[in-house]
T-cell receptor
Framework: ETGVTQSPTHLIKTRGQQVTLRCSSQSGHNTVSWYQQALGQGPQFIFQYYREEENGRGNFPPRFSGLQFPNYSSELNVNALELDDSALYLC??????????????FGPGTRLTVL | GENVEQHPSTLSVQEGDSAVIKCTYSDSASNYFPWYKQELGKGPQLIIDIRSNVGEKKDQRIAVTLNKTAKHFSLHITETQPEDSAVYFCAVPPGYSTLTFGKGTMLLVSP
């Protein structure tokens, strides 16, 4: 186990609704990244938060937004849900020190189904 | 942006055989190359990684080799066991914040 937890485990929403997913990072980590994994695909980078600020964003529309809190936990918010948003949402935490790449530890994910 | 291709998409082997999965990438500036294993219902787990200053790294039955000139790196699993059955992903960081993943290889190890 990585020490990264996510909630809820599963979620069912209808098109047009809004959803908030939560992530608690591994102790001592200061960076959280969010990924979307569609069925049968590799994870796709949504954005990263470092010290409570967005620090990089993938090719996702503005209705995908996030927050990082002082304890380094994070939320992913998705507005105006679309059917294509159905996926596994993964959170990964890491300890950023300078510009070197550091290992990302993934949580178990939240399975979102949009009907 | 970074383009990552992974082959094969599925790989079936008998227990005890070796398995090799190859990943090619496009951004020559990349210098960190991880491999992840994802079991059903779980998040990806890092199993081995390599940095650009070495060509090979081994950890028990798992090894990764890197050819920066050709822009590819490979995962090698020897003496495969049924518990090695999972989806394996390579990834490349085009920057300091993102990981670009391959599409994955489903490895099936038959007893």
């Amino acid at each position: 186990e990585t020490g990264v937890t996510q909630s809820p485990t599963h979620l069912i929403k209808t098109r047009g609704q809004q959803v908030t997913l939560r992530c608690s990072s591994q102790s001592g980590h200061n960076t959280v990244s969010w990924y979307q994994q569609a069925l049968g695909q590799g994870p796709q980078f949504i954005f990263q938060y470092y010290r409570e600020e967005e620090n990089g964003r993938g090719n996702f529309p503005p209705r995908f937004s996030g927050l990082q809190f002082p304890n380094y936990s994070s939320e992913l918010n998705v507005n105006a849900l679309e059917l294509d948003d159905s996926a596994l949402y993964l959170c990964a935490s890491s300890l950023r020190r300078g510009q070197a790449w550091n290992e990302q530890f993934f949580g178990p994910g939240t399975r979102l189904t949009v009907l | 942006g970074e383009n990552v291709e992974q082959h094969p998409s599925t790989l079936s082997v008998q227990e005890g055989d070796s398995a090799v999965i190859k990943c090619t990438y496009s951004d020559s500036a990349s210098n960190y190359f991880p491999w992840y294993k994802q079991e059903l219902g779980k998040g990806p787990q890092l199993i081995i990684d390599i940095r650009s200053n070495v060509g090979e790294k081994k950890d028990q039955r798992i090894a990764v080799t890197l050819n920066k000139t050709a822009k590819h790196f490979s995962l090698h699993i020897t003496e495969t066991q049924p518990e090695d059955s999972a989806v394996y992903f390579c990834a490349v960081p085009p920057g300091y914040s993102t990981l670009t993943f391959g599409k994955g290889t489903m490895l099936l190890v038959s007893p």
